[in-house]
């Protein structure tokens, strides 16, 4: 049972360039979401996709982008990386109406340079 | 939207002690509060949770207090012991489709043998 699966764990990019972090569940879940995690910030919402075809905007979007590519897969775009996006990168997933527990990936961890 | 402060950021106590954890919460809608612990180089995992209907919860040694009409709501960890060392994160969400689960900044508890 994999639950929430991340690619890549690690990753390093220089400023400027582009990547496509992807995530997968296996729980048959309609929601999933991407979260950031800085240093004494929290985990801060970037996106979320309610159902397959939907997505929105969370509380610091900008300079991501999102595809919600069928109901396991969700991926999030980094289409000129700054600095300022180094960060640990969580996707999450999670049932409405099945009290919204959300299960966590192990994480990605981002450094742009 | 939401706006979840925690309290404190970090926490430090002997083995045997109780800690608590604080959370306050901004929009009136929300009605699901769950607690994540996240270990070192891990995802977040979720430890306890509660609902606006129950005012408190208990599993073992850990506890969740709510009071709406404060909007407030506490994690109390009884008898620690050196693995509950983690960082804990508070969330609330109205738990309603097209919503998502806004987090507090965390708490980095520490518990000494």
């Known amino acids: 049972n994999a639950g929430v699966t991340q690619t890549p764990k690690f990753q390093v990019l220089k400023t400027g360039q582009s990547m496509t972090l992807q995530c997968a569940q296996d729980?048959?879940?309609?929601?999933m979401y991407w979260y950031r995690q800085d240093p004494g910030m929290g985990l801060r919402l970037i996106y979320y996709?309610?159902?397959?075809?939907?997505?929105d905007k969370g509380e610091v979007p900008n300079g991501y982008n999102v595809s919600r590519l069928n109901k396991r897969e969700f991926s999030l775009r980094l289409e000129s990386a700054a600095p300022s996006q180094t960060s640990v990168y969580f996707c999450?997933?999670?049932?409405?109406?099945?009290?919204?527990?959300?299960?966590f990936g192990q994480g990605t961890r981002l450094t742009v340079v | 939207g939401e706006n979840v402060e925690q309290h404190p950021s970090t926490l430090s106590v002997q083995e045997g002690d109780s800690a608590v954890i604080k959370c306050t919460y901004s929009d009136s809608a929300s009605n699901y509060f769950p607690w994540y612990k996240q270990e070192l180089g891990k995802g977040p995992q979720l430890i306890i949770d509660?609902?606006?209907?129950?005012g408190e919860k208990k599993d073992q040694r850990i506890a969740v207090t709510l009071n709406k009409t404060a909007k407030h709501f506490s994690l109390h960890i009884t008898e620690t012991q050196p693995e509950d060392s983690a960082v804990y994160f508070c969330?609330?969400?109205?738990?309603?489709?097209?919503?998502?689960?806004?987090f507090g900044k965390g708490t980095t508890l520490s518990v000494s043998s």
């Open positions: 999450a997933s999670s049932e409405i109406g099945q009290g919204q527990e959300a299960f």
């Open positions: 969330a609330a969400s109205p738990n309603q489709a097209g919503t998502a689960l806004i």
């Open positions: 996709s309610a159902s397959e075809g939907t997505t």
């Open positions: 509660i609902r606006s209907n129950v």
């Open positions: 729980m048959n879940h309609n929601s």
